[in-house]
């Protein structure tokens, strides 16, 4: 018996006299949020590194005899000649639906007071996007309840569309409306119990946004029941550019996890302008070469790798992105905004000329466009907004010229009456999503001419009166829309009798 | 980085170059790189001259296996590290002993950026930041 006691006691010494091996450095200088390091010859790029005090760096230039690393966290306890060392790690966030409700930083901690967050998974923040054999087209909807983007700029679950206009235009406003629409989705989509049924999570990325904004987001989403729904991933003005730098990674990781165990998820990047603003900083402050506007050599490649994550995965999930961009005095061909442009599959153009007009959403019909397409519309949409975008780009350009006081052709005059009420029907209050059957509806009816002999003025008001008719009186038959997905016969006769029906009882 | 600094750097790298014999640094060769600094005196003397001692200093310490102990440390003992980290690096290290009472019992070995902590303090550090 003493015999396999001394044996145990033999291990129990091994392991007691096992030695942790790791690679350390010295902080040589500090600054700004960057550390430039000496020593940590095993470091790999991208890997965190671990200050004295708790505090974690990322190593971004491996030099021949330095290393750069921006800390995240406080900086104000480190001092020149502090020991650091190396992590084997690269940077992680928790994922997973523990965290649908809450608000976190560029880590994944809580920063909204509701305790601890427990979660079991973590992905790496820096992740290789799907490759092309994985991928599948879009091909799927995901509403945005805004109808002139769901009509005329149909955007697809896996797609990437940017969202780009000056500031005060209505951008953010588009994509917390887009968030609201899901919840209201998911909502009556869980309670039906179809199985079929698939729901979509959001993620709000806030990066340098002022804190007041980002309470202000948080308070309209819970107001609408979207927030358990919702991640928020706050990097605000206050915090340190590595958190800006690395929040909509971090964002994009937590979106994965949702794509890759077969769910859906859309990601707003709240905005790319400041994001790119923020590496700027970072890589002017590692003396990294620079070059266009001070921006360095790989920015275009910062969003690349960013946009390229958001995909549909064949036999998975997929995750959408709706990126921000806030232009100056309207200018779409600025460095940042030409390079987005270029990775996204269409962007939505706000204008402050229309947003000052009243047209809101200020959505400029002409520069706006989806790449994908029809194809990521329900037939339904097809059928009663096909021609809707042509018809639109004919009244601002017929507009215009009207503006000159020319005499005007009856069909000129017509055009312009038309294009005049399309307008006003496409006018809606933020925070208020319509349905895609609700819109199908009204613009059906739009269609068949039921708006013709109603003053333009009175037409924002006659239309909301439709919705609340068919919403109150015909929800079996928005119903059955949203089930058949398209119009056919017997629910336009259907739809036919309840316009009558609405527009016999309707008073100016 | 100015121009000076990188023709510093360069230069600094190219005299630690000269200092190598078979990988290792050579005292010979340094004072013959420090002769040589003296009589040319190149731009920026000083700046080279600390480019290269910190050169030499990493070289250096690649190849001493620094054993820092709470109590004492029997030469077999620095003899077995010194022969351990040669095998594992493969390169000659020798080994010194260092005494660090704030180790509190066990060692602590340095060898380059490396550290092999076995020591009571790195594991009470280590339950203090578990908790």
């Known amino acids: 018996m003493s015999t396999v006691l001394e044996q145990i006691e033999q291990q129990i010494a091994k392991l007691s006299t096992k030695s942790v091996k790791k690679n350390t450095g010295t902080i040589r200088a500090i600054a700004d949020g ?9 470091v790999m790029y991208n890997e965190m590194v671990q200050f004295p005090g708790g505090a974690i760096g990322i190593a971004l230039n491996l030099e021949e005899d330095e290393v750069g690393c921006v800390i995240l966290g406080d900086i104000s306890g480190l001092k020149e000649g502090d020991e650091v060392q190396t992590t084997g790690r690269l940077l992680s966030v928790p994922v997973g639906k523990a965290l649908l409700g809450r608000a976190v930083d560029a880590l994944g901690q809580p920063v909204d007071g509701k305790g601890p967050i427990d979660s079991k998974e973590f992905y790496p923040v820096e992740k290789i996007a799907p490759g092309i054999i994985v991928r599948k087209s879009v091909s799927q909807p995901l509403f945005t309840g805004i109808t002139a983007i769901d009509s005329m700029i149909p955007i697809g679950r896996g797609q990437r569309e940017l969202i780009i206009g000056d500031r005060g235009t209505g951008k953010t406003t588009i994509t917390i409306d887009t968030i609201i629409n899901q919840a209201r989705i998911n909502r009556t989509g869980l309670a039906s119990g179809d199985k079929n049924f698939r729901p979509v999570y959001s993620i709000y990325v806030a990066i340098g946004q002022k804190n007041s904004n980002i309470v202000r987001t948080m308070t309209a989403l819970e107001a609408a029941g979207a927030l358990e729904y919702t991640i928020i991933v706050a990097a605000p003005a206050a915090d340190n550019p590595a958190n800006q730098y690395l929040a909509p990674y971090s964002g994009a990781a937590m979106g994965e996890w949702f794509m890759e165990n077969g769910m859906d998820a859309l990601i707003v990047y709240d905005d790319l302008s400041k994001h790119a603003v923020a590496y700027r900083q970072i890589s002017l402050i590692l003396k990294r070469p620079s070059g266009r506007e001070a921006f360095p050599g790989d920015v275009f490649y910062l969003h690349s790798r960013l946009l390229e994550r958001a995909a549909r995965l064949d036999g998975k999930g ?56 029809s194809s990521a519309q329900i037939k339904a949409t097809k059928q009663v907004a096909g021609k809707l975008k042509g018809e639109l780009a004919q009244y601002r350009e017929l507009a215009a010229f009207a503006q000159f006081g020319a005499d005007l052709d009856a069909k000129t005059k017509a055009q312009l009456d038309r ?83 609405w527009k016999a009882g309707y008073k100016s | 980085m100015s121009a000076a600094t990188k023709q510093a750097k360069t230069l ?47 070289e250096l310490a690649r190849r001493i296996a620094l054993v820092e102990h709470a109590g004492s440390i029997e030469p077999t003992v620095l003899k077995a590290i ?32 490396d550290v092999y902590e076995s020591s009571a303090a790195s594991r009470l550090q280590a339950l203090s930041s578990a908790c």
Not at chain 1, 430 to 454: C, R, T, V
């Open chain 1, 318 to 373: 997929s995750l959408t992105a709706l990126p921000i961009i806030e232009t100056l005095a309207g200018d779409l061909s600025a460095y940042i905004p030409t390079n987005v442009i270029s990775i996204t599959d269409g962007q939505i153009f706000l204008e402050t000329d229309l947003f000052n007009q009243g047209i809101r959403p200020a959505v400029s019909v002409g520069l706006s466009v989806s790449r994908v397409g």
């Open chain 1, 34 to 42: 960057v550390a430039k390091l000496d020593g940590l010859s095993d």
């Open chain 2, 12 to 58: 600094a790298r190219q005299l630690f170059n000269l200092s190598l014999v078979d990988g290792a640094v050579s005292a010979e060769r340094v004072q013959g790189v420090l002769a040589y600094v003296e009589k040319s005196s190149p731009p920026n003397a000083l700046l080279v001259l600390r480019l290269y001692h910190h050169l030499v200093s990493v």
């Open chain 2, 82 to 113: 010194a022969a351990a980290m040669t095998q594992h690096y493969g390169r000659a290290i020798t080994s010194t002993a260092k005494p660090n009472p704030s180790l509190i019992a066990g060692l602590r070995v340095r060898v380059g950026d």
């Open chain 1, 419 to 501: 294009g005049g009420r399309i307008v006003e029907l496409f006018k809606q209050p933020q925070l208020n999503p319509i349905s895609i059957e609700l819109q199908a509806s009204f613009l059906w009816a739009m269609q068949k001419n039921y708006f013709d002999d109603i003053d333009v003025k009175k037409i924002v008001v006659a239309a909301a009166k439709l919705r609340e008719f068919l919403t109150t009186r015909k929800q079996p038959l928005l119903d059955k829309i949203r089930t058949k997905a398209a119009l056919d016969a017997e629910l336009e006769a259907e739809l036919k009798t309840a316009c009558d029906e």
